[in-house]
């Protein structure tokens, strides 16, 4: 029953999310429309080919991060979280060697286990890594990536830390509504549908920001 019910929510919140994307992609659908039929109407196609593929490319984008998600089939394993955050340091490496950032990460090892879908658990942290890279771009400090983990109240802790551009008060106090961005090709989906994620595992999540001093993302998996 308890596995039914939280099925339940979980297509819940995934069909809430598809309504949200539905309603997102008619905006630069009808821009490209309107913007097809001008350039039909003056004949000047060169004049709005950048727009109309800019459009192209943020509906792909909305896309992408929808589907990374409802993609994934939502069963559960117990499984280590220190495993899970081994492996996904090593796919991280390569993100930031990328990207010309330092990683620095520190585990604590527990035998307790969480109960959860490690594709969506990995999905969550990609999708903090790939906000931090964005905030780092434009900051002009070192690049410094920390990933640390604990145990606090029975819960297994990861703090996600960077030195990116942070955030004023104003963008902080939206942050998880569906689609607030401050990126001209955001999408805005990545936070609220990690925050939705990590709370259909019986999780907490927070985000802590300074402007010009960075950002602390926390999350919390509950141990068995
Ligand atoms: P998107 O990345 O598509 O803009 P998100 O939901 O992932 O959407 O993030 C929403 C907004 O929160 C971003 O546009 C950015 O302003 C802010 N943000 C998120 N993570 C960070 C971070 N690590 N550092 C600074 N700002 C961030
Ligand atoms: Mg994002």
Not at 7 to 12: A, S, Y
Not at 145 to 160: C, G, P, R
Not at 168 to 183: A, D, M, Q, W
């Amino acid at each position: 029953f308890q596995s039914l019910l939280t099925f339940h929510h979980q297509m819940e919140a995934v069909s809430h999310i598809a309504a949200g994307v539905a309603h997102e992609l008619r905006n630069p659908l009808s821009v490209i429309k309107g913007f097809i039929q001008l350039a039909d109407l003056t004949n000047d196609y060169n004049k709005y080919y950048e727009t109309i593929l800019s459009e192209l490319d943020r509906m792909n984008l909305i896309i992408e991060d929808f589907l990374s998600v409802s993609r994934k089939k939502i069963e559960r394993k117990y499984q280590s979280p220190v495993d899970i955050m081994q492996s996904l340091v090593e796919i991280m490496k390569s993100e930031c060697l990328l990207h010309g950032v330092r990683l620095q990460y520190d585990f604590t090892d527990t035998s307790k286990k969480v109960h959860v879908n490690e594709s969506m658990i990995k999905q969550v942290m990609l999708n903090l890594l790939r906000n931090s890279i964005e905030a780092f771009e434009k900051s002009d400090s070192e690049k410094n990536l920390q990933i640390e983990t604990k145990i606090e109240d029975n819960m297994f802790v990861i703090h996600v830390k960077d030195n990116g551009q942070g955030m004023p008060e104003e963008i902080l106090s939206k942050l998880g509504r569906p689609f607030f961005t401050t990126k001209p090709s955001g999408t805005g989906i990545g936070i609220p549908l990690c925050k939705k994620i990590i709370e259909d595992h019986g999780g907490d999540f927070k985000v802590d920001s300074t402007y010009n001093i960075g950002t602390t993302v926390t999350l919390g998996l509950p141990l068995e």
